[in-house]
């Protein structure tokens, strides 16, 4: 399969995935108690989530400084506040797109190549993925109980027992195999391991390490806020703070799965809530909101960075 393939591929499929998954979700809902839902909702806390959810793009824009300082470059904030939100607004139509267009933007009105701009983006990416791992850690050590307890009402304990030991067993050799890796996909995963702490060890000899911490967990809270504020809105969901981390944590897979969670995003916060007996309208009616609220502000906010971008930097260099 040559490149062009890929390329299409890696687009269309999780549009595709996107398009099942909605009229799956569509199908299967009482639609009727869905529009009941969504009269309902008390739009007064969707607002207080977007605005955690907008205090956020902005910290991650000031967050950017600190990593281009160290290479001798000082961006307007406004011109990076522009880049963030043009860069989630492309990544909902082309996966991963977006933090192309973040570099281009930097390159086109702040004379930043564009190899040392997406250099720190993706090192940005990768105190992303260290902030959800701790998260799950988080949400695994709180809910150990509650997990165990599902669990066991699945499987039997001789079977858990088994499970656990096949699945230590299973990571040693996989990791064995990732070590040797010459090609294919076990060399991608050796190579995501060391970009991963190459990343955290280039964070942790920053200058300003401290302050680019305190932003990425300020980003992290924000967005667990922006799913909690929502919460309330919804008539009859009530959500355990379990419940609330194991939904963000289900929703932030499903937004990798298909672009910009579409589909995937509402099925996968209703499953995460009813593994906690939440109804299940009041919880689909949820995860419709929350995801229409996320998408609705990309779309407006990265379409108006899209016009304003140029004007602003007409007029500054004016």
Same mark, same amino acid.
């Given at each position: ?146 997990? *165990? #307890?599902?669990?066991?009402? !699945?499987?039997?304990?001789? %079977?858990?027992?088994?499970? @656990? =030991?096949?699945?230590? /067993?299973? $990571? ?17 995963i050796k190579n995501f391991v060391v970009? *991963? #702490?190459?990343?955290?060890? !280039?964070?942790?000899?920053? %200058?300003?390490?401290?302050? @680019? =911490?305190?932003?990425? /967990?300020? $980003? ?99």
């Open positions: 399969m040559n490149s062009t393939c890929k390329k299409i591929l890696k687009t269309t499929l999780p549009l595709l995935l996107g398009g099942i998954l909605v009229w799956y979700s569509l199908a299967r809902m009482d639609q009727e108690k869905m529009f009941f839902h969504l009269r309902n909702a008390n739009y007064a806390w969707i607002f207080l989530g977007l605005f955690f959810g907008v205090l956020s793009h902005l910290s991650r824009a000031y967050r950017w400084k600190f990593m281009l300082a160290p290479l001798g470059y000082k961006p307007k904030f406004t011109n990076s506040v522009l880049a963030v939100l043009i860069g989630y607004f492309v990544n909902l139509a082309i996966p991963r797109a977006g933090e192309v267009s973040r570099a281009t933007v930097m390159v086109n009105y702040e004379n930043i190549p564009f190899e040392k701009g997406f250099g720190t983006i993706v090192a940005e990416r990768i105190a992303d993925v260290m902030m959800m791992f701790l998260i799950i850690g988080i949400t695994l050590f709180f809910q150990f109980d509650f997990i *165990l #307890t599902l669990i066991s009402n !699945s499987f039997e304990p001789l %079977k858990i027992g088994l499970i @656990f =030991i096949g699945v230590i /067993i299973g $990571i040693i050799i996989f990791s064995s195999f990732v070590k040797k890796a010459k090609l294919g996909f076990l060399l991608k970009s *991963l #702490t190459e990343g955290v060890t !280039s964070i942790l000899k920053m %200058k300003k390490k401290w302050a @680019f =911490i305190f932003h990425t /967990i300020f $980003i992290w809270t924000m967005y667990v806020a922006m799913f909690w504020a929502t919460i309330p809105a919804i008539q009859g969901l009530e959500v355990p703070v379990g419940g609330i981390l194991v939904g963000f944590i289900a929703g932030g897979f499903s937004i990798a799965a298909t672009n910009g969670g579409i589909g995937s995003y509402p099925l996968a916060v209703t499953g995460a809530f009813l593994l906690f007996n939440l109804p299940e309208s009041p919880s689909e009616a949820f995860g419709w909101i929350m995801w229409s609220a996320q998408t609705l502000m990309i779309v407006v906010f990265g379409g108006l960075a899209f016009l304003v971008l140029p004007i602003y930097n007409k007029k500054k260099n004016v």
